[in-house]
């Protein structure tokens, strides 16, 4: 099991850009194939980029270009870089980590895109 604690949420101006982090606790991290969702207000949740236990990653198609997500596992530590910001990536920002059946969840950060 793996315990994620994420950083680094915020208040952005437009265009402004933000790094996100999500410590992950316990074991076998690098087994993990790690991953960011978000959920707007009155929105469902929905993923935003993840990466697999290598470095192959997968973005939205609304993040694509301007979201880079990446790992280091000898820190235990998966990043969301965050450029380019519009108001419309305001949300609650998720880590999560899946390893065989398991699937386990940060608390969560605010990322709130205003001028």
């Known amino acids: 099991q793996v315990q994620l604690v994420e950083s680094g949420g915020g208040l952005v101006q437009p265009g402004g850009s933000l790094s996100l982090s999500c410590a992950a606790s316990?074991?076998?991290?690098?087994?993990?194939?790690m991953a960011w969702y978000r959920q707007a207000p009155g929105k469902q949740r929905e993923l935003v980029a993840e990466i697999t236990t290598g470095t192959s990653a997968n973005y939205a198609d609304s993040v694509k270009g301007r979201f880079a997500i990446s790992r280091d596992n000898a820190k235990n530590t998966v990043y969301l870089r965050m450029n380019s910001l519009v108001p419309e990536d305001t949300a609650v920002y998720y880590c999560?980590?899946?390893?065989?059946?398991?699937?386990?969840w940060g608390q969560g950060t605010q990322v709130t895109v205003s001028s």
């Open positions: 316990g074991t076998s991290f690098s087994f993990y194939i």
């Open positions: 999560n980590g899946v390893y065989g059946r398991g699937s386990y």
